[in-house]
């Protein structure tokens, strides 16, 4: 009897290729990623009431996408010593920020405190770092890699370049697998990291918080939430109303937050200016440039507590410090740098308006963004 050869089906090879995929995957990443079973970085659920997107076209949020992202995000690989990751400065239990001031990496510390990653893709500016150096995410993601402090593929001073980590990310084969899954090949450039890592970024939202509960109850932010205390209502209507200014002082109305950090996504307006906070850290010089903020969402921890400490020079560890200072601007400060808003006055409030603002503040904080396992440290070693 003559036995013929068993040929096999696209479907067939497609599965044995996923299984050996998912077999090797298994051995660095465990069940932590599965490639038939990916979770939803690309139709999340964003309110009827959020409009700004920055998301370029040419890179929309992919499940395979945001998944390579994330492993690049959490993997020390990407640093000159193997010790330093994305996540090393930008941590999910802290809103993907840091508590430290100043970030420890492969050559010594960041220049300044690392901001917080929530909501990033629904700011109206889409420059990023505190002084919008970066035109784009895209652009942003690889900058802490090449930044010679940092994660140290700068290609300076004996560092090695971004060309050697290229080659090196080649030779790990989870790559292989991933960037061919997400490209349609193994080949990893510059290019692919950005956009896989800035897919992750933009993929980390939070939409769940006691605001949100209560916008999704009303036609308009400007009308009392009926989830909401007096005092917590009070602060909403203080943050989103513009004062009455007299003689360079507010005399009424609000305290005109908005103007800079717009409801309902709270992230910065494009034309802001520096907001008066002007050290720098490690030095006496002045830092006016920075002209830029993460969003005001998931400020505080479930608690109540900030994720402190606050701006780029981590100078303001408690939120009633953060509103003394907006209260008396330092008039060293009022430089042609300064926001056009400060500049016209000051916002003289009230104990009992710092008071409602801040509790306000809490309530812009969500849940998920904090335990979701999508946004979690794929690696089962590190």
């Known amino acids: 009897m003559t036995l013929e050869p068993i040929s096999e089906t696209n479907a067939e090879v497609s599965a044995l290729s996923a299984a050996r995929n998912a077999s090797s995957l298994a051995a660095y990443f465990g069940d932590n990623i599965d490639l038939s079973n990916l979770p939803n970085y690309a139709n999340q659920a964003i309110p009827m009431y959020v409009f700004r997107n920055n998301t370029p076209f040419i890179n929309r949020i992919t499940d395979e996408g945001a998944t390579l992202g994330r492993v690049l995000f959490y993997d020390k690989s990407l640093s000159s010593n193997n010790r330093v990751s994305c996540s090393s400065c930008h941590k999910q239990e802290l809103a993907f920020g840091d508590d430290n001031a100043a970030s420890q990496g492969v050559n010594g510390k960041t220049g300044r405190h690392s901001m917080r990653l929530i909501n990033v893709r629904f700011a109206e500016e889409f420059k990023v770092f505190w002084d919008k150096r970066a035109s784009s995410l895209d652009t942003q993601t690889t900058m802490p890699i090449r930044d010679h402090a940092e994660m140290g593929y700068s290609g300076r001073d004996g560092a090695p370049s971004f060309d050697n980590l290229i080659a090196k990310l080649q ?51 400007f009308l009392d939430f009926p989830n909401f205390t007096a005092e917590e209502n009070l602060g909403k209507k203080l943050y989103m109303e513009f004062p009455v200014a007299v003689a360079g002082t507010r005399a009424g109305g609000g305290l005109g937050c908005a103007s800079c950090h717009f409801a309902p996504e709270f992230g910065m307006t494009t034309l802001s200016g520096n907001n008066g906070v002007i050290d720098k850290m490690g ?82 904080t969500g849940k998920n963004v904090y335990k979701d396992k999508k946004w979690s440290n794929p690696f089962i070693t590190q």
């Not at 692919?192 to 109850?217: P, T």
């Not at 042609?336 to 603002?357: I, Y």
Request: charged fraction near 25%; aromatic fraction near 8%; hydrophobic fraction near 35%.
């Open 171 to 221: 030779r790990l084969d989870y790559y292989q697998e991933l960037f061919t899954r997400v490209y349609g090949s193994p080949e990893i450039t510059e290019e692919k990291i950005q956009k896989a890592l800035a897919q992750f970024v933009s993929s980390i939202i939070s939409f769940d918080s006691k605001y949100d509960e209560g916008r999704a109850m009303i036609s308009s932010e």
């Open 283 to 364: 030095s006496t010089e002045k830092d006016l440039t920075v002209t830029n903020s993460p969003s005001m969402r998931d400020l505080v921890n479930a608690n109540g507590q900030p994720h402190a400490p606050m701006m780029h020079s981590a100078v303001f560890s408690t939120l009633e410090q953060v509103i003394d200072h907006y209260n008396n601007i330092p008039k060293e400060a009022r430089t042609d740098k300064l926001d056009n808003n400060l500049r016209l006055r000051s916002l003289n409030a009230t104990p009992e308006e710092k008071k409602a603002v801040i509790a306000f503040m809490k309530t812009l």
